[in-house]
C-alpha cells in the first residue's frame, strides 16, 4: 500500500523514516536538517559518523534516537544534472536499497520524502514517478510493507496524489 500524506516525516508512526541524505551523512537543512533535530543531533551524527559515506543510490540504515521511528534509513539521492547522468537509475535505487533495508530489519512500515527533489533539484514529477515506480516493482516483488510519502507542500502533494492516481 503507497499513500502520501501532508505531514511531517519526523511526526510520521512508521517503524522506519527516510532522510534524504547526503554521500558525508552529515546533519543538512531541509528534510536533513529536520530528522536530526527531531532525532538528537549529536546522538545521530555520531551514529552517521561511525557509518562514514554512503554512496548516491544507495542506503544506510541508523538507530530513531528520539523519533518515534525504529529507524531512519539514510538515502542518497542524485543531485539532478539534466537527466543523462544516470539520475532515474540513481535514484531508483536509492529508494530500492531503503525498501530492501526496511524489510532486512523488520520494518512493516516506511516513511519517505520526495528524495532529491528538494535542494537537489530533481524535477517534481520525474521524482514522483521514479519514486513509486520504485515502491510499486518492490511490492510487485512480494514484499509487504506500508509505503507513506510525507510532503509538506501543498502543490507537491496534489502533483503526487495525481500521479500515483495514474497506477
Not at 26 to 48: K, P, T, Y
Not at 101 to 124: D, M
Not at 151 to 160: C, E, N, Q, T, W
Request: aromatic share 8%.
Amino acid at each position: 500500500m503507497i499513500e502520501i500524506r501532508k505531514i511531517s516525516i519526523t511526526d510520521l508512526d512508521t517503524d522506519a523514516i527516510v532522510n534524504a541524505a547526503n554521500e558525508e551523512l552529515w546533519a543538512g537543512g531541509g528534510v536533513c536538517g529536520a530528522i536530526f533535530r527531531a532525532a538528537g543531533m549529536r546522538e545521530l551524527q555520531d551514529a552517521c559518523n561511525r557509518i562514514g559515506h554512503c554512496d548516491t543510490g544507495s542506503a544506510v540504515i541508523t538507530p530513531g534516537f528520539r523519533l518515534k521511528a525504529r529507524y531512519i534509513i539514510h538515502a542518497v539521492g542524485p543531485v539532478w544534472r539534466g537527466g543523462s547522468h544516470n539520475e532515474q537509475k540513481l535514484l531508483y535505487s536509492a529508494y530500492r536499497r531503503s525498501l530492501e533495508l526496511a524489510v532486512e530489519n523488520g520494518c512493516r512500515s516506511i516513511g519517505f520524502p520526495l528524495i532529491s527533489a528538494g535542494i537537489f533539484g530533481y524535477p517534481l514529477e520525474e521524482a514522483w514517478q521514479t519514486a513509486l515506480q520504485a515502491c510499486r516493482d518492490f511490492e510487485v516483488g512480494g514484499a509487504e510493507i506500508e509505503i507513506i510519502f510525507a510532503v509538506l507542500d501543498d502543490h507537491i502533494l496534489k502533483v503526487g496524489q495525481r500521479m500515483l492516481g495514474k497506477a
